[in-house]
Structure formats: C-alpha cells, structure tokens
C-alpha cells in the first residue's frame, strides 16, 4: 500500500499511529507528500481531487481519501476488531468521541491556515476565537470523560492524541494542559507508546 | 431519536434522505438547529461541543455527531446492509465516493462561509478558488463515474446528490450542468426520488 502524507498532519499521524498498532508498516510506504490552500499539485490532484492528505492506495489500486476511511480500512485489512470498536457495546458512543477529536483536528488545521496561509490582512480574529471555543468545550468534554487507552486502545483516543499532539506543535502558546489536568496526565501516558513517540511531528 | 438539523445544510440534508430512504422519519424527531461560525449557541454547544449540525441523539440517549456516522448509525438501526456496501465487492471504492462527495460539501460550505459570513475587507480571493478548484476536480472525477443509483443506490449517490442540490441552492451561477452532462442526467433522476424531492432546501 502507498500512504501519501506528512509528519505535520494530525489526520495523518492518526492514520500512522493506526498502522503501528496494526504492526503494518512493512506493508505501506510513506509516500511524503505536502499540500496547503491555493497551491497547486497536479500530480496529487489527480490521485485525490480535494488535494488533502492523507490518501491512501490499497495494493489492488483502490483509492481510499478521508483519514477515518484509511483507519477503518486498515484495520478491516489486519483484521483488528478493537480499534474501531466493532463488538462493543459502546461502540456508537467511542465513535461519536473519535468524530469530535477528528473535529478538533479540522478546528485547529483550520486555525492554523486562518494565521499562517492566509495573507494576515485578510485574517478575521472572531473566525479563530470561533475554532478554538469549539476545540476547548471539546477538550472540556473529554476532560470529564477521556477515551479508553491501554489494553482497551481504539481510534478515538488515537485521534485525540493526534489532536493534542498537533496543539503542542502548532500552538504551543495554548497551555492546555493547565486547564484540562486529566487530560494531560492521559496524553502523557499514550504520548509513550512507541506508535506515538516514533509519530511525533516536528 | 432526535435529529438536529435545518434544510440549508447538505450534510443535514443527506442524513434526513437516509432517513427518509429508510423509512424512519416517524422515529426521527426533527429539531430545527441554526448554527453558523462566530455565532454563539450555548444551549446546543452543550450538546455538540463542535457545534455543528447535523447532530444525533438516540433513543438510549447516545449522542452522534458527523453525518456520516449518523447515517451509518441510521442503516444499522434500520438492519440495512446495501446503503454502506456491507458486503458489496466494491465497498471500499463506495464508501471514498462518499468521503469525495462529503468533501465536495465541505468545501461548498467553506466558500459559503467565506462569502457570507465572513466580512468582504476580510475574504481573500485566493481561498474561494481554491475551494471551487477541489469541487471542480471532483466533478470532473464523478463524470467519468457517478456513483450507483436505482436499486443499488448508496451513501456515495446521496452525499454527491446532496452536494448538487447544495450547489444548486447557494451557488446557482456556477452552471456545473454545462461543464458535466453526465451528471447533470444523473442527478435529474436521482432528483425524482421522494427522499430528495421532500428535503430540497430553500
């Protein structure tokens, strides 16, 4: 399988943490590829018209775009039952929990494009405090209630570790781990997984 | 269950077509939501903290937010095995068709909230045709190869229908039926269906 992506991507890390803890990276090559809003790339744009990253190509040339889809797919294909929950019987709600961590990354990535792409002239301060009063009452969510890790380890804490993860590297001026103090002694368990210290972006 | 959600919104409007499809709508309560960026809405926000729409509670009171996993939620409910290609040979191609076609949305959304909700001095050129840059190259991608419909209609056909009628609905100068036939006679027959016909927004 070809996994297109970058260190610097959550939706990515998510995908790769993933394909650690399925032991399945001697499957996959990394092919490292970049994008940002309003630069072209043809070359990516013809494999994945939305120009996102991550993609992946399954070794019978099937497209799969969308860092969920990936995950789901690489799990079906190691036939891990665990990560995404399937014989749980909280399986709808450790779901619902990966969505909203997976909506955080799309909160924060959009915050990061908003100050750092955009042109700072055009920058609009409400659009930002906006994303970042979104991802706090989601970290004050899962402060009150964080998702199983260890043994019982599925996509939504991985993606929220990618989230926090990504908060560290992009906006290291948020101190989150002040107010959220379960979610930080939580993050720095999982943070010493070998799947996340060998993903770390930066 | 309760189902937050408004007309204007194609991912609202491809999960109400699940329903409708299924023929669940006298388990649905509708709950007519607003939401939009830099709007505050405590009272939903208590319930998805990303507060977006659409948004899902369940009769056990689970909470479920992102359409696609409504919808999936929806067909498991309902015992429906074709809508997600359960055991379709093909599934996996299916179901990034739909990851494509929600993106399409997200994107549309994106411009919209680039255009309308965001203050002119503010908006930057560049962003927008970006975005329609993705939309176009998806397009382009679903008129060489719409996604099933008829019978053997899937998630894919009504993500991408959704999206359509988006385009229809907030962008109707963009004229996509002059630059992709084929799909313009897709999406006028999958128009026609009842699901669609009784969730077109505006």
Same mark, same amino acid.
């Given at each position: 399988m070809k996994l297109y992506t970058t260190p610097a991507t959550p939706f990515g890390r998510t995908v790769e943490i993933v394909a650690r803890e399925l032991d399945l990276m001697d499957d996959i090559e990394i092919v490292p590829t970049a994008v940002a809003p309003t630069k072209e790339n043809p070359e990516y744009q013809a494999l994945n018209p939305l120009r996102r990253i991550p993609a992946l190509v399954a070794d019978d040339g099937t497209l799969i775009v969308d860092s969920a889809l990936i995950a789901q797919y690489l799990a079906a294909f190691a036939g891990n039952r665990t990560l995404f929950g399937?014989? $749980?019987?909280d399986r709808w709600a450790m779901l619902n929990d990966f969505m909203i961590a997976k909506g955080v990354c799309e909160c924060l990535v959009a915050a990061r494009y908003e100050g750092f792409v955009r042109p700072e002239a055009r920058r609009w301060l409400p659009w930002t405090e906006d994303l970042f009063n979104k991802v706090h009452a989601a970290l004050a969510r899962f402060e009150a209630a964080p998702p199983a890790t260890g043994e019982g380890l599925t996509i939504a804490a991985i993606a929220l570790g990618a989230a926090l993860g990504y908060m560290d590297f992009r906006?290291? $001026?948020? $101190?989150w781990r002040e107010r959220y103090p379960a979610l930080a002694a939580w993050h720095a368990e999982l943070d010493e997984r070998p799947s996340f210290a060998q993903t770390r972006p930066g």
């Open positions: 399937d014989d $749980a019987p906006f290291s $001026a948020e $101190a």
